[in-house]
């Protein structure tokens, strides 16, 4: 696929992460997709998810706000087959607290697929709120720690 072409799909997932459209999220994704943090600390936020626990997660999260986690893409730079991208994101928790974070994200395709998904933010902020629903592997819990 053109670089051009890897920016659409981007938009794309954008749209359906936002909708949390679980079955389009999937069809943008390889059967070998990967989403990994880089982010250092805490060890709670290095996680390393496929396919399966991916697709879930914007329901998971949304599930702790008052409407869904919104995420804003402000700009990308596409060469080859990766596609850099700067987002930010917007929601209100149940609790009252207000999530906002920036991002940026190293997207890497298998053809018209996203296989990988590098994600880099504030890890404080993304830990301040959230850290209380994630396990030791970074996974969403039911209850609250």
Known sequence: MSAENNKRTVEKYFEAVNSMDEDKIRSLLSDDFRIKSKNVNPPVLRYEWGIDQFVSAPRLMSARMKKPLQLRLIAMTAEGDRVAVEA?????MLNGSTYENAYHFLFTFKGDKIAEVLEY???????????????EKGEHVDEAR
């Open 88 to 92: 930010d994101s917007y929601g209100e």
């Open 121 to 135: 933010c504030c890890s404080y902020t993304a830990f301040d709120i959230f850290g209380k629903f994630l396990n």
